[in-house]
């Protein structure tokens, strides 16, 4: 049914203000409201106005029904219960305003007041629904009145614009931008101020510099957001996981997109190259503990001309190009100034009221909350645990606790700034609040890195003895200790840096347990994760080792620190088809190589399949790295080693990687040993039964028959591949036999199979989220568009292919290029021209824009 226009109101009905309260006691009080609403032009609906031949309770319910907001004002007086009723008119009044807007005004002092009142002033408290504030003369209240109808009004009328209704509407910041828990209070001054930094092109590192919790890292994400609002790049890299400044470069490559899979050069030159011409800003969050790195922003900004970093750090980078911006505690009420509008106060206030809905701050409780927050230094990380306590405890028996904690820094040096020293009392109280269980659980969940799953947190919190793991992390949430966050859907937890800094600090004891136990499930996760993602669940195990890439990076660096190095490579190959749709082959090429320089160069001993594992490795992915890498020799050590230690399956995949490294050797295709290597890995994957290995092979042995020409027996073992990676439900097997299968009907003279091919592999793709896939999808409809003579739709798509590629760290296609047949067919019929115009043209799109063109 279509809707009702919309009410236009007649000048006479201007908005109507019910105002309860009781009558005789507060006179003076509702004259002064009155005169308030209507100096505003509004109609107060007061019970003594007019002539009404009505019982009382018909004439207030019919004045609330016709009302638009509830003014509540209360003394000392409950109000008169009227026979065979159980409520005042007073206390009826507020029950029937249903979902009106409330403000709600309470005199003070009140000595007298009657306890039925407190009781419904204690409800009205818990309603979250009520704006709720004291007074003390009739003059202050008609000021408060004034100002808060004056601001409710202003709230509604922003929220129906149409720019608010679109924001309401878009979604999620800017991808890679953590999303806040909590709204940002205060620090307006602090945004502007560092905006305005960052609109002087000059200023090309900018670093927010303070101690540990004091809001650095909530700064400048609200920072970015804003820049990402005004239409620039942003990427948002967090490095409190990382151990050391020579890995900085890959959360900052991961931020910008650039999966470390291929490409010449670094992971630092690629990550230039994908900058470019961009004009970003880069925000590197927690740097303290890597200040080595800042050599390597300082390469980045002297690269990449547009480009600004913004830095969280405790200390100043020391570097020429920096400006370094202290971010100082949250505005304190001075001494002689108890101001409750403070943002330290309206911190605790709303941190409060999230543990135990209807916390208001009162004229009973002001001086001690403000006490509270002078003694925390306006410390945000400290107010917020501090303001945790409100659900057991009052804020005076809080201002006793805290006051008793802060008189000595407990486990911490002398010297260290008072901020800290009262942060981290504020942490060890909170800790001896919890339970035994709780304090224990705190110290586990000390050994993760980064977010990590309720599964994973409730694993090793048992292998570690916690008898309720579950009971254990609500403990921690209440106590503010960890972070629940949503993730794609699912709870996820992190704890904060500086709390699991004070764990690991206070029980070294319980940290070499807590460490066993989380490499222990996480070496469990990767062995079931290695069939988990060759089936049909491919998505949903994908999506949870996603949550948990920082703990799987960080128990790889755990296992070498450890001289694990048997375990890290079984770990690492249970991992194999994660890490390749992922893109973080490139970082396991390095801990390969790492693996075999220990055993070189410091004598670790290894087993013989784990330097198979870390030859594979090293030099299957540097395959896509350096065209012009000879990988061959690499593979066959491999593929020996594999087969020294009877492992099948690698024995099999090293034969695949080396027939693709034969068919594109630079002196020639050697078509006749890669065939051989090929068919024997086939026969070795029948004889496991691995049908995904089959599908690969398949696969490889379809390229070399193209490569020959033989088009129909390449399409026999594209088809094979395709119905056994079909039949396990395995994505990037289907993506990839798909597309082979779409280019044989291409060559064949079939576009419009071809085109059904690659469009179904794009979409599947695009759900994988692989870019390497990707990549080769565009390429096809590069193609396409060539075979149609449609050069600026190829060119276009050649552009943002190239793009991709670029961006995301993997040049070399191997040798399956096959597009370049009509697309040279372009160029000789004198289209070159336009094609390379469009190519330059196709290169600034986006993946959105050019898969607008794929589908038109």
């Not at 807007?101 to 007041?113: C, D, F, G, Q, T």
């Not at 390429?779 to 793009?803: H, I, M, N, P, S």
Request: glycine share 8%.
């Amino acid at each position: 049914m279509a809707a009702g226009p919309a009410v236009i109101r007649t000048p006479d009905q201007r908005l109507r203000i019910f105002v309860s309260s009781t009558l005789k006691e507060l006179e003076p009080e509702r004259h002064a409201v009155r005169a308030a609403i209507e100096s505003m032009k509004l109609a107060p609906v007061m019970f003594e106005l007019g002539a009404r031949p009505h019982p009382p309770r018909d004439l207030y319910r019919s004045y609330l029904a016709q009302s638009d907001v509830f003014v509540g004002i209360y003394g000392e007086r409950y109000g008169w219960v009227a026979p065979d009723e159980t409520v005042s008119g007073l206390e009826d009044e507020y029950l029937l305003s249903g979902s009106l807007p409330h403000l709600i005004y309470v005199k003070a002092p009140a000595p007298e007041r009657e306890e039925r009142l407190e009781t419904l002033l204690d409800r009205i408290r818990d309603d979250d629904r009520s704006s709720y504030k004291s007074f003390s003369t009739p003059d202050e209240l008609a000021r408060l009145v004034e100002d808060d109808l004056a601001t409710l009004l202003a709230e509604r009328f922003d929220a129906g614009r149409p720019e608010a209704v679109a924001a309401a509407a878009a979604g999620p910041p800017a991808s890679g931008i953590p999303a806040p828990y909590t709204a940002i209070v205060g620090r307006e001054e602090e945004q502007r101020e560092v905006l305005e930094l960052l609109d002087d092109r000059d200023v090309r590192i900018v670093t927010l510099v303070g101690p540990g919790g004091i809001g650095k890292s909530r700064l400048a994400i609200e920072i970015a957001g804003a820049v990402a609002a005004q239409g620039r790049d942003v990427a948002f890299a967090l490095l409190e996981s990382v151990a050391s400044a020579d890995r900085v470069i890959v959360p900052i490559a991961r931020a910008l997109g650039v999966r470390d899979a291929g490409g010449e050069g670094s992971l630092e030159d690629r990550v230039v190259t994908a900058l470019a011409d961009r004009d970003a800003l880069l925000v590197v969050d927690n740097m303290e503990h890597v200040l080595a790195a800042s050599r390597l922003l300082v390469r980045l900004i002297t690269d990449v001309p547009r480009l600004q970093i913004l830095v969280t750090s405790r200390s100043p980078l020391r570097v020429r190009a920096e400006r370094m911006y202290e971010v100082g505690p949250l505005a304190v009420p001075a001494d002689d100034a108890p101001d409750t509008g403070a943002s330290a106060v309206t911190l605790f206030e709303r941190r409060a009221a999230a543990v135990r809905p209807g916390f208001r701050v009162t004229p009973e409780n002001t001086a001690s909350v403000i006490a509270i927050c002078r003694a925390l230094d306006g410390v945000p990380l400290a107010i917020e645990l501090a303001a945790a306590r409100v659900r057991s405890l009052t804020v005076e028996q809080i201002l006793d606790r805290l006051d008793s904690a802060l008189t000595l820094l407990v486990g911490g040096a002398r010297d260290l700034p008072e901020r800290q020293r009262a942060l981290r009392s504020t942490i060890e109280w909170s800790v001896d609040l919890l339970d035994d269980d709780a304090r224990s659980a705190l110290k586990t969940l000390a050994a993760f890195s980064g977010t990590f799953s309720l599964a994973s947190a409730e694993a090793v919190l048992a292998a570690t003895g916690t008898p309720d793991p579950f009971g254990a992390l609500e403990a921690l949430l209440d106590a503010s200790l960890i972070a629940s966050i949503d993730h794609e859907g699912e709870t996820a937890f992190r704890l904060l840096s500086l709390v699991r800094a004070y764990a690991q600090e206070a029980a070294p004891e319980h940290a070499e347990r807590a460490t066993r136990a989380w490499i222990d499930h996480y070496r469990a996760l990767a062995t079931d994760a290695a069939t988990g993602v060759r089936g049909k669940d491919q998505l949903d195990w994908l999506a949870r080792l996603d949550l948990e890439i920082e703990n799987l990076a960080g128990v790889t660096r755990a296992m070498f620190d450890r001289r694990e190095l048997d375990d890290a490579a079984v770990y690492l190959w249970s991992l194999y088809l994660y890490l390749w749709i992922g893109g973080y082959l490139g970082v396991v090429q390095g801990w390969a190589e790492e693996i075999l320089q220990m055993a070189e160069r410091d004598g670790v001993p290894i087993a013989v399949r784990t330097r198979a594992v870390a030859e594979y490795y090293a030099n299957a992915i540097r395959f896509w790295q350096d065209p012009a890498f000879d990988t061959a020799p690499g593979m066959v050590r491999s593929r020996d080693l594999f087969i020294e230690a009877h492992d099948l399956f690698g024995t099999a995949l090293s034969r695949v990687s080396l027939g693709l490294a034969l068919l594109t050797e630079a002196s020639g295709a050697d078509y006749a040993t890669a065939t051989t290597e090929l068919e024997t890995s086939l026969a070795e994957f029948r004889s496991a039964d691995d049908a995904w290995g089959q599908a690969m092979a398949h696969v490889m042995l379809g390229r070399v028959d193209m490569l020959r020409n033989d088009l129909v027996a390449a399409q026999a073992h594209f088809d094979e591949s395709l119905a056994l990676a079909s039949a396990q439900g395995e994505r990037l097997g289907i993506v990839i036999a798909m597309n082979h299968r779409g280019w044989t009907r291409f060559l064949s003279g079939d576009l419009a199979g071809a085109r059904d091919d690659f469009s179904h592999g794009m979409d599947i793709s695009l759900a994988l989220g692989h870019d390497e896939s990707l990549a080769y999808g565009l390429e096809a409809f590069v193609g396409l568009a060539a075979a149609e003579g449609d050069a600026r739709k190829a060119g276009l798509l050649l552009g943002a292919a190239q793009t991709v590629r670029r961006r995301k760290g993997f040049l070399n296609p191997g040798a399956f290029e096959f597009y370049m047949i009509p697309l040279t067919a372009l160029r000789d019929g004198s289209l070159g021209e336009e094609l390379d115009r469009c190519i330059a043209e196709g290169a600034g799109l986006t993946v959105d824009q050019a898969l607008e063109h794929v589908r038109d």
